[in-house]
């Protein structure tokens, strides 16, 4: 009797890679060559259903971990780093009609950090992420220019400054000349939570020019 094998070149590839069409040798490895691709689609499908129960894929998190990493200058456009008595960290926040100066760990540059990020990738930032940008903003401002910060009231080239806590910033200028809102200030007030604004003077025709210190004191 004749084996159907006897009649196949040494070497021939089994059909459609059954390894019961061969013998010895070539049917283990025939085996084992199978089990390999098995391992290989189960595990593909595995990292393909794992990407997908996460939302993204490994591409998609890259773009997301790279758009991150490009995003800290977009999020302190705008921001001035300065530092204070003892290297103390502020940032000056510049607006269109006021500049607002804030320590840099406080609530208000902490929000204004979040709604930056989430406008520019449609998610509230992590406190680690945050935390990395309040950590750059502070190095830099001990790095950067100093300026003397005040509370409330400070002295500026011979005239007395109030903050009043105006929305706008707006302080109080009371000189010799007499009492005045001026914008933009000379005069770094910083600011916390908790202070409440005071009564804006109201002016008071005086004998010899016009209000000075005493006439709104007495006003507010």
Known sequence: MTDDNDDKEPGAP???GDPTCVSGKDAVRLV???????????GG???????????SSPIKRRSRKTAKSRLAPVLTAGLKAWHGARKQPYVTILGEGHDEHWPVDSPAVLDLLRDRHEAELDEYPSEPDLNK?????????????????????????????????????AAVRISDDGVEV???????????????????????????????????????
């Open 14 to 16: 089994p059909p459609d």
């Open 133 to 169: 940008v309040v950590a750059s903003l502070a190095k830099d401002a001990r790095k950067g220019p100093h300026h003397e910060a005040a509370l409330r009231v400070a002295e500026y080239e011979g005239a007395v400054y109030i903050d009043v806590c105006r929305d706008d910033w």
């Open 45 to 55: 499908k595995a990292s393909k259903s794992k990407a997908e129960r996460n939302g």
């Open 182 to 220: 001026v914008h933009r200030p000379p005069v770094r007030f910083i600011r916390h939570e908790e202070m409440l604004p005071l009564p804006e003077p109201e002016p008071v025709e005086v004998e010899g020019g016009g209000p000075g210190l005493w006439d709104y004191l007495k006003g507010g």
């Open 32 to 42: 084992v060559d199978n089990a390999k691709d098995a391992r290989g689609e189960a």
